[in-house]
């Protein structure tokens, strides 16, 4: 009765068009106060301990450190590089534009940031180029999403915040599934390009290829700062966050010299209101965290799921499609925030690993951010491509059936995620 009171105020809070932050911290604080006799210090002593977790830290630093990049010019060194390496096979703009969304996935850790730099360069030299509109907002708007699977991902930081996984282990986890990801989203780009016959450029040389890769090689360094810092043990994935952001700094600032330093405050400003965005939404979570445990909401619906005998499959199933729905209507930290502390527990209980749950919760996540009506994606896009939602959503299908082709294999074969932390010693067995 109480898990129906909870969710029944949460929807009608969430229905009245009220932030998602505020309709939980709302909907806990109405709960514990008219319906329980927990103490108001101990809902204050929660607030703070659920909050001062050193990996918290890490997203303002990547945050900082995707916008230093964003606005620093190292996107159009890295498409530079890619449409040089991709460019001469069918499609070569739309292959550029998924290897380009991918290297810079690999330096941003956020998906509406890689969609910017990426889109805002790639999609007018698309429509020059002969491609119809249709094709570059497909292409981009997908492989935008890279930007939360591959490492560094500020979607993962939560998770792990969440459910006290390692930060390392699940960066790790996300470097194949998110290459392969990037594979199949480019063989669709290639497939329908070469149907419909698109334009290809010209083969480039090697030694124009060289220089492309000279010239993006200070963004292409924070891949290996970042990932090759926390694999070696130079430096935790906080510790990592915090160098990144500094790098891109210097990047943007005195090696490329896009930004002139009167333009930091300016990006400090925008982090600094991003970060504090989602700081207050994990604060909220953390107390609706804090209701759950204390109704044993979690355990009670592990043991009715266990005791229908629904197994593993079943799970796993029901789980992507709930985040699926949830993918409608909220965006990716919420979805995580609110659904990892009710479907973690009853995932351990019946033995899925932690890491490779959550790349399975990511993933999720990176087809939300593709479908209407809130995918987030897809606003972005629109306001690059001047597209309306409705016109996007056709645009993008086809790379969005091949996002939930991939996202029935990286949810029944564990595998993909965790062969890569396993090997690297990072998990047990």
Avoid at 271 to 279: G, K, R, T
């Amino acid at each position: 009765m109480n898990t129906l009171i909870i969710f029944v105020l949460l929807a009608v809070l969430m229905l009245t068009g009220m932030p998602i932050s505020i309709s939980l911290g709302l909907t806990v604080l109405t709960f514990l106060f008219t319906m329980t006799q927990v103490p108001i210090e101990s809902v204050a002593l929660k607030l703070f301990t659920g909050i001062e977790k050193f990996e918290i830290m890490a997203i303002p630093f990547f945050i900082l450190a995707g916008n230093f990049l964003t606005h620093g010019g190292v996107a159009k060194r890295m498409i530079r590089f890619a449409t040089s390496m991709v460019g001469h096979w069918h499609g070569g703009l739309g292959l550029g534009g998924v290897l380009a969304c991918a290297l810079f996935a690999a330096v941003s850790g956020s998906s509406p940031a890689t969609v910017v730099a990426i889109g805002s360069i790639l999609m007018p030299a698309m429509v020059k180029a002969g491609f119809p509109k249709r094709f570059g907002a497909g292409v981009i708007t997908t492989s935008g999403a890279l930007g939360i699977l591959i490492p560094p991902s500020i979607v993962m930081v939560m998770y792990a915040v969440s459910t006290n996984t390692s930060v390392g282990a699940l960066f790790m986890a996300g470097v194949v599934p998110g290459i392969v990801l990037a594979t199949m989203l480019g063989l669709t780009t290639w497939h329908r390009a070469r149907k419909n016959n698109y334009p290809r450029l010209p083969r480039a040389s090697w030694a124009d290829r060289f220089k492309a890769f000279r010239e993006s090689i200070w963004g292409l360094l924070l891949i290996v700062i970042v990932m090759g810092g926390i694999y070696s043990g130079m430096f935790t994935p906080t510790e990592a966050a915090a160098v990144s952001a500094v790098w891109a700094f210097i990047t943007a600032v005195f090696i490329y010299k896009d930004m002139g330093l009167k333009d930091v405050p300016r990006v400090l400003l925008s982090s600094a209101n991003m970060s504090a965005m989602l700081l207050y939404i994990i604060t909220n979570a953390v107390l609706f965290s804090f209701l759950m445990t204390h109704e044993n909401i979690p355990q009670a619906m592990a043991d009715a799921m266990i005791g229908t005998g629904v197994g593993v499959i079943g799970f796993l199933l029901i789980a992507n499609v709930l985040m699926l729905a949830a993918g409608n209507f909220m965006e990716p930290s919420s979805i995580v925030l609110i659904l990892a502390p009710i479907l973690f527990p009853i995932a351990t209980q019946l033995g899925i690993d932690p890491i490779h749950f959550g790349v399975l919760m990511v993933v999720n996540m990176e087809v939300g951010m593709c479908h209407p009506p809130v995918g987030l994606n897809l606003y972005v896009s629109s306001g690059i491509t001047k597209m309306g939602i409705t016109e996007l959503t056709v645009a993008v299908w086809p790379w969005l059936l091949t996002m939930l082709v991939f996202l029935v294999i990286v949810t029944y074969w564990p595998p993909l995620s965790l062969a890569l932390p396993r090997a690297l010693g990072m998990l047990g067995g």
